[in-house]
Nanobody, 115 residues
């Protein structure tokens, strides 16, 4: 089992920046893919960015060049740096980890972008 605990998030004005982090704990040797998804009110959960154990990354088109994902394998932690935030980035952001082909999710953290 993998437990994920997110931190960061909050409220920011358009154009601002925020950082998220997610630490994984539990009985595992190594996690393959870690990443971030988000869900806005009335919308389905969508991929934001993922990173594999070899640091390969994939981003949603809507966040490319604004968001940056990274991970520290020794700490089993994944980070998301969000720059140039827009109101449409407002959502609950969920940490995700894939281990032995199973998906694990954090409880989510709110990100609100507004004046």
């Amino acid at each position: 089992q993998v437990q994920l605990v997110e931190s960061g998030g909050g409220s920011v004005q358009p154009g601002g920046s925020l950082g998220l982090s997610c630490a994984a704990s539990g009985n595992f040797f190594s996690i393959n893919t870690m990443g971030w998804y988000r869900q806005a009110p009335g919308k389905e959960r969508e991929l934001v960015a993922v990173i594999d154990s070899g640091a390969g990354t994939n981003y949603a088109d809507s966040v490319k060049a604004r968001f940056s994902i990274s991970r520290d394998n020794a700490l089993n932690t994944v980070y998301l740096r969000m720059n140039s935030l827009k109101p449409e980035d407002t959502a609950v952001y969920y940490c995700n980890a894939v281990f032995q082909r199973l998906n694990f999710w954090g409880k989510g953290t709110q990100v609100t972008v507004s004046l």
